[in-house]
């Protein structure tokens, strides 16, 4: 399991593929990364 950022970056944004949500570590009044499997064999990053 990958150790979630501190901070959204846009490397780790190209990179991460585990399905969850991320945020940039200001407790919700940041930006949120959600992740979420998509039905093409992939996943949707919104």
Do not use: E, I
Request: with cysteine; net charge positive.
């Amino acid at each position: 399991m990958k150790k979630r950022p501190t901070m959204l970056t846009a490397a780790f944004v190209r990179t991460v593929n585990v399905p969850g949500r991320y945020g940039d570590g200001r407790g919700g009044l940041g930006l949120t990364l959600l992740v979420q499997p998509s039905s093409r064999r992939g996943l949707c990053k919104s």
